[in-house]
């Protein structure tokens, strides 16, 4: 399932991470340190080392605005989320070639993996001050170019060819993480996903009838169904 999700971010957690990001400026590196060997041979950007001050202080902004979002939640069904990095498109720098992602990430610290069931993107410049950019997505609908405001974010499973269109003008920042969801099949989660949402309004609409309880009862059942936990 791709979707977009806006505003997983406020205005006031976006500026503070803008901030963060204009004085980090000297501490962007190679982006094809965290890549595997395909993937190094199309990639070309720049990110920000997994262990600086910036990318923690980042993290810390970013990690409880996704826990808190109802959408990304439901959508997501996370088990592990690996800790966000960061990325930058620009200059010389500037795209980064079809590949698809590893499917298992080490999470910094060698305290574990993640499986890399989803992938998500939020981005965190105004797409009116770069050009190109785009993420390109192919899925079973053909390919899809997702270019978002600051602070929206989109996830696509980690299955998807993908890849970021060059950058000709400015620079596109962004972050970019895995999760491991507690429902393994992106098809299941997307038949959750639908009915939750499909729940969601019927409670505004109608509040809280006994089929939007037996509904909810028949949510939680498949959730346990297919939850790994
Ligand atoms: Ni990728």
Aim: glycine fraction near 6%; hydrophobic fraction near 40%.
């Amino acid at each position: 399932m791709l979707l977009q999700i806006p505003e997983v971010l406020t205005p006031a957690e976006l500026e503070r991470m803008q901030q963060i990001l204009a004085r980090a400026e000297t501490e962007w590196s190679d982006g094809r340190a965290t890549a595997g060997p395909q993937a190094a041979t199309v990639k070309n950007n720049q990110q920000l080392p997994w262990r600086s001050a910036s990318t923690q202080a980042l993290q810390a902004i970013l990690l409880p605005a996704l826990q808190r979002h109802a959408v990304f939640f439901s959508a997501a069904l996370p088990k592990k989320i690996l800790p966000p990095m960061f990325n930058r498109y620009g200059g010389d720098s500037n795209t980064y070639g079809n590949h698809i992602d590893q499917a298992v990430r080490v999470l910094p610290d060698g305290s574990g993996r993640v499986r890399s069931d989803i992938s998500c993107t939020v981005f965190l410049a105004d797409p009116a001050h770069y050009d190109g950019g785009e993420l390109v997505i192919e899925d079973s609908f053909g390919p899809q170019r997702v270019k978002l405001p600051a602070g929206h974010a989109v996830v696509y499973p980690g299955t998807s060819v993908h890849r970021v269109e060059p950058v000709t003008r400015g620079q596109r920042v962004a972050s970019f993480f895995w999760i491991e969801s507690m429902v393994r099949s992106d098809e299941q989660r997307r038949l959750l996903f639908d009915m939750d949402m499909a729940l969601m309004r019927l409670r505004q609409q109608h509040g809280e009838t006994p089929e939007a309880v037996t509904l909810t009862g028949t949510y939680h059942n498949l959730l346990r169904l297919w939850a790994d936990t």
